[in-house]
């Protein structure tokens, strides 16, 4: 869908601010461009919509030269979302969003009833802000907004800069996480810089991690939190990137442990051969839990089972297990299977999550699948 072709950008003064750049993002994919303050993102982006034009190489957009293109027409088809937002001071919120549409010739009436829909979309009610002037909303809100208006002409490729930079970080996580939602269901070729690893490897369907106007290593996230190509890779991810990791690596049904498993309607064994077991009903849903102690009075399982709190469904993140065992206090969270039915698969113990971690850290750099990991050979 955009594809860079050995692309240099040299300012008049000399600098190099890019430096024989290729790279190609698919459609509907979501790259994340990350890397320090002045290593040629910005200028990266502009030259997809033609703010600054390359001094070397050519830019294709659904295999067509941009060079070819007339930029006006060019920039209807790409959305920009930047940090300083730039909303009409004057305008309403609804007036904001509907600007685009309605300066492209759709009627005024059809504008606004679109650009609500928008707002909606990106979390806002019109109903409640459509009215505002962007002064008389917050940081977030008026993200949201700049959002809601670059799509407002349906553009297929969107340009992000930093769009998420300004707000405090908590605002800042609900944000990306109503965007990802909001791009699983529209589906753009996105371009998204941010100078936060964080925000990369949770946006990014790859991230490119840029050093001095080149890009080192473009990658799933996964993979370049487990295998940084370069030693100034490693070191930009940062040494806490087994922990980064965590929100990225999903569980699989091969992390899991199988416990002892008893049915609400069996007979109460008098031992269950383990401390605890898990419940299941008769379709092999997960009930809840029994522990040895309580089994040991007698009685029947339904008796004696009690709800299970701790639970996910496979697919998860590393990271929402740990903190479903942090938050329920548990020593092993159960795990389902991710459709409605939800039939019990097996529990994650913490030593299974550290494995699990280790295990896709190793699948990585062999570029194996995790299951093939033999933990016993890998070091450390
Ligand atoms: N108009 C310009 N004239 C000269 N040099 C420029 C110009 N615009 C940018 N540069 C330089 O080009 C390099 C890349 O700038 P660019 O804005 O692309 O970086 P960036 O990675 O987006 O940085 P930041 O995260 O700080 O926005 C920098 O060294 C910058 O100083």
Partial sequence: MIRFER???????????????SFEVAEGELVTL???????????????????????????????????ADPVELRRRIGYVIQQVGLFPHKTVLENTATVPHLLGVKRA????????????????????GDRYPEQLSGGQRQRVGVARALAADPPVLLMDEPFGAVDPVVREHLQNEFLKLQSEVRKTVLFVTHDIEE????????????????????????????PATPYVADFVG??????????????AGDLEQPPVVHLDDALPRDLGSRWAVVLDGEDNL???????????????????RRMEAWLPVGASLKQAFATMLQHD????????????????GVLTPAR????????????????????????????
């Avoid at 692309?7 to 750049?21: E, I």
């Avoid at 829909?117 to 109903?127: K, M």
Wanted: aromatic share 4%; charged share 30%.
């Fill in 200 to 227: 990369a490897v949770r946006l990014g369907d790859r991230i490119a991690v840029y050093g001095q106007g080149r890009i080192e290593q473009f990658d799933a996230p996964a993979t370049v939190l487990g295998a």
């Fill in 34 to 68: 990350v890397g320090p303050s002045g290593c040629g993102k910005t200028t990266t982006m502009k030259m997809v919509n033609r703010l600054i034009e390359p001094t070397e190489g050519r830019i294709f957009l659904d295999g067509r030269d941009i060079a070819d």
């Fill in 110 to 129: 059809t504008a606004r009833a679109r650009a609500a829909e928008l707002l909606a979309l990106v979390g806002l009610d019109p109903s409640v802000h």
């Fill in 239 to 252: 040494a806490d990137r087994g922990l980064k990791r965590l929100s990225v690596t999903p569980v699989e």
């Fill in 7 to 21: 692309v240099t950008k040299r300012y008049a003064d000399g600098t190099t601010a890019v430096d024989d750049l």
């Fill in 353 to 380: 999550l550290h494995e699990a971690l280790r295990r896709s850290i190793d699948a990585d750099a062999r570029d194996r699948p995790r299951a093939e990991v033999d933990l016993e050979t890998i070091g450390g």
């Fill in 287 to 305: 009930h809840g839990w029994i522990s040895a102690e309580s089994a040991a009075r007698g009685g029947t399982v339904r008796e004696h089972a």
């Fill in 330 to 345: 548990a020593g092993w969270i159960a795990v389902v299977d991710a459709d409605e039915r939800g039939r019990f698969l």
